[in-house]
């Protein structure tokens, strides 16, 4: 599949950004955060479209997707709580002492902060790993070989460390104007499977690398 270093005819976005002089994850992330947010108000509704169009297939039946709450910048895929093939079928995350664990959730289900400060299932049973069939995750920026640039929390990355949560399918999601060549590797990142934009839906073939 080749790497898509342009946005298709239309779209907002602009060219794959080169990635700045310093390649160090701070700037990095300070220089991404800025430029999603810019990109978000002409890539949030056609993503949230090809959302609900493309992933309740990627989903085995009886299992759930694993959304976000999203903050500023981020796009807000709770619009798939609307969707019939995944409505009842939706989790979120919560960070407590010191983990990140899933909850059942839809509209209307009482939210508390987290550890983090931000709204999640505070009741509910917490599910397994083969509870859930898809993970989403918000990215800053993210590369070819599947390594995602976020906050700097390593949530995601200490849940996939367990195997039983590694198997299962993770993208980022994040404007194409947001995708790199390469991104600085740390020894304990976990590549995602793929990524979700406004262009589509794109899987990586990963290596044991």
Not at 15 to 31: I, N, S
Not at 120 to 139: C, H, R
Not at 195 to 202: K, V, Y
């Amino acid at each position: 599949m080749p790497w898509p270093w342009r946005s298709p005819a239309g779209s907002s976005a602009e060219a794959v950004d080169p990635q700045p002089p310093d390649p160090t994850k701070p700037l990095l992330r300070q220089h991404y955060r800025s430029r999603r947010g810019a990109l978000l108000a002409g890539t949030e509704a056609p993503l949230q479209a090809l959302a609900a169009q493309h992933l309740a297939d990627q989903i085995p039946a009886g299992r759930r997707l694993g959304l976000y709450w999203p903050l500023p910048g981020e796009a807000d895929l709770r619009t798939l709580s609307t969707h019939p093939p995944l409505q009842g079928r939706l989790a979120l995350p919560r960070i407590e002492a010191g983990r990140l664990r899933y909850r059942p959730w839809q509209p209307g289900d009482p939210l508390t902060p987290d550890d983090t400060r931000i709204p999640a299932p505070s009741t509910g049973p917490l599910l397994e790993p083969n509870q859930l069939g898809l993970l989403l995750a918000p990215a800053l920026a993210f590369d070819r070989a599947g390594i995602r640039l976020g906050y700097g929390g390593g949530w995601f990355d200490r849940l996939r460390a367990d195997p039983a949560w590694r198997a299962i399918p993770a993208l980022a999601v994040l404007p194409s104007g947001c995708l790199v060549e390469r991104l600085p590797r740390d020894a304990w990142d976990i590549p995602f499977h793929g990524w979700l934009d406004e262009t589509g839906l794109h899987w990586l073939e990963l290596t044991s690398a």
